[in-house]
């Protein structure tokens, strides 16, 4: 180690020491530290250096861990079982189809170069603000509205790459944990199943979900002559022969409030001085400050266990007490890691920490 930065390191440990000191009391110290060993413990040896500088693990991190884990689980479990039934005279064969089986989805595999930012792929839509040009300010904000409360929002088009596209980028707007997609079907699939769902032209919806008001429909239909939009650049002649119809039995009126991510967002869109890449990372903070937001009122409400009116005060203090507010929060409560729940819960149920509260 170069002596030079000798000093450096120890009145750096030494006011790391004394501040750990200090917090001894506090009893969400040693929850917060599991948390950040645990993802010590389960980063990868060769990037373990680079992660240490990266800071804490974000929630949509966390979320992204434990589904590769599931994910690896299962493909043990399903591994195991094959073992046991293929032939001994074909290893090589059956090996390779195992691993082209268990090899996990891309859409689970978080990004090397940002664990913050969700993998987007070259597509039809190129950003939020390409959509809300393509879709106009009015319908985008529809869909912006349902897709941020957790309703299901649903495309129905012949080209399965542009729905895959419009998912990619529509789910960079909620945390990891709050996305459930079923990219194509040839039948209907019901909510709790999904909250993004991509049908064929011809699938029926059932009438109750065309007149509910949990669900968006985006109907991908061949433009007429009046209704194209012009060309601005040389790759959206595809998109340019589409005509997208938004409808909901629950229409965003044009003069409501809305939740006060989504004005944010719209606010970072029409801002023409901010790039995209600039609007990406808003939106990354964004998620961070309103998945922050959630943190507390689902400590407040499920794990203290606080009274109505406290927690009409608590959503006051959070500025989130509007009614799109309070549902915002609510569906991404259910987005929250395992992780973060678990040793909350550990927390609660640790006798150091019932002294404490007594």
Not at 32 to 44: G, M, P, R, V
Not at 80 to 87: D, F, L, Q, R
Not at 213 to 242: C, G, I, M
Not at 320 to 349: C, I, P, Q
Request: aromatic fraction near 8%; charge should be negative; include cysteine.
């Amino acid at each position: 180690m170069n002596t030079a930065f000798t000093p450096f390191l120890h009145q750096r440990n030494g006011n790391a020491a004394r501040s750990l000191t200090s917090l001894t009391n506090d009893e969400n110290l040693w929850a917060c530290l599991h948390t950040s060993f645990a993802w010590l413990l389960k980063a990868c040896g060769s990037r373990l250096t680079e992660k240490l500088l990266e800071g804490a693990p974000t929630e949509d991190t966390l979320v992204q861990m434990e589904k590769l884990a599931d994910l690896k689980e299962e493909s043990e479990g399903w591994d195991g079982s094959e073992e046991e039934e293929k032939p001994s005279s074909q290893p090589d064969v059956v090996e390779g189809q195992e691993l082209s089986k268990s090899s996990p989805e891309p859409s689970l595999m978080p990004d090397c170069n940002s664990w913050n930012v969700a993998h987007r792929r070259l597509s039809v839509f190129r950003s939020l603000r390409h959509m809300r040009q393509v879709l106009g300010a009015s319908a985008f904000r529809m869909l912006a509205w349902h897709v941020l409360m957790g309703n299901q929002v649903i495309w129905k088009a012949r080209d399965m790459d542009l729905v895959q596209s419009a998912f990619d980028v529509l789910r960079t707007m909620l945390p990891v944990g709050c996305v459930r997609i079923i990219p194509y079907s040839d039948q209907y699939e019901e909510a709790y199943r999904c909250n993004f769902l991509g049908l064929s032209p011809h699938v029926l919806i059932p009438p109750h979900i065309l007149s509910s008001e949990f669900a968006v429909l985006v109907e991908v239909r061949a433009a007429t002559r009046s209704s194209l939009y012009p060309t601005l650049f040389d790759d959206e002649q595809s998109l340019n022969k589409y005509e997208f119809v938004v409808t909901s039995g629950s229409p965003v009126a044009a003069d409501r409030v809305g939740p006060t991510i989504l004005n944010k967002i719209e606010a970072a869109l029409t801002n023409q001085n901010l790039s995209v890449d600039v609007v990406d990372q808003c939106l990354v903070c964004l998620k961070e400050e309103w998945m922050n937001k959630v943190k507390v009122l689902f400590k407040f409400t499920k794990v203290d266990s606080r009274p109505k009116e406290d927690t009409q005060k608590l959503l006051s203090i959070l500025g989130a007490a509007e009614e799109d507010n309070v549902k915002l929060l609510k569906f991404w409560m259910t987005g929250l890691s395992k992780t973060y729940k678990s040793h909350l819960m550990s927390t609660v149920r640790s006798p150091t920490s019932s002294e404490s509260r007594n």
